[in-house]
């Protein structure tokens, strides 16, 4: 059974950091995209980035790029999102996801996710 536990999340200040992990168990993902996405009450679920398991760069949204990064420990079998100069734009719930598609970036290319985890940034 395939699993993906996110933890990390909680409440920060704007300008503040938080790094969030994305704990995957139940398959070999050798070749698919973790992905990480987040979503607002009453609106769509937004890709934010994803990193290929076995390697190369990441790849980010514009909203993000330069603020958060993506890196994976493919020992433990998580990868991480450290976000960086916060602000409310970013508070959200977010989501890790798996795809078998190298460069998917929409939601229907990711077959697994986790039960998401709440950041909030304060103001």
């Known amino acids: 059974q395939v699993q993906l536990v996110e933890t990390g999340g909680g409440l920060v200040q704007a300008g503040g950091s938080l790094r969030l992990s994305c704990a995957a168990s139940?398959?070999?993902?050798?070749?698919?995209?973790l992905g990480w996405f987040r979503q607002v009450p009453g609106k769509e679920r937004e890709f934010v980035g994803r990193v290929v398991w076995g390697g190369g760069n990441a790849y980010y949204a514009d909203a993000v790029k330069s603020r958060f990064t993506i890196s994976r420990d493919n020992d433990k079998n998580t990868v991480y999102l450290q976000m960086n100069s916060l602000n409310a734009e970013d508070t959200a719930v977010y989501y890790c996801a798996a795809s078998p598609w190298r460069t998917g970036s929409f939601v229907r290319d990711y077959l697994y996710w986790g039960q998401g985890t709440q950041v909030t940034v304060s103001s």
């Open positions: 139940g398959r070999t993902f050798s070749g698919y995209s």
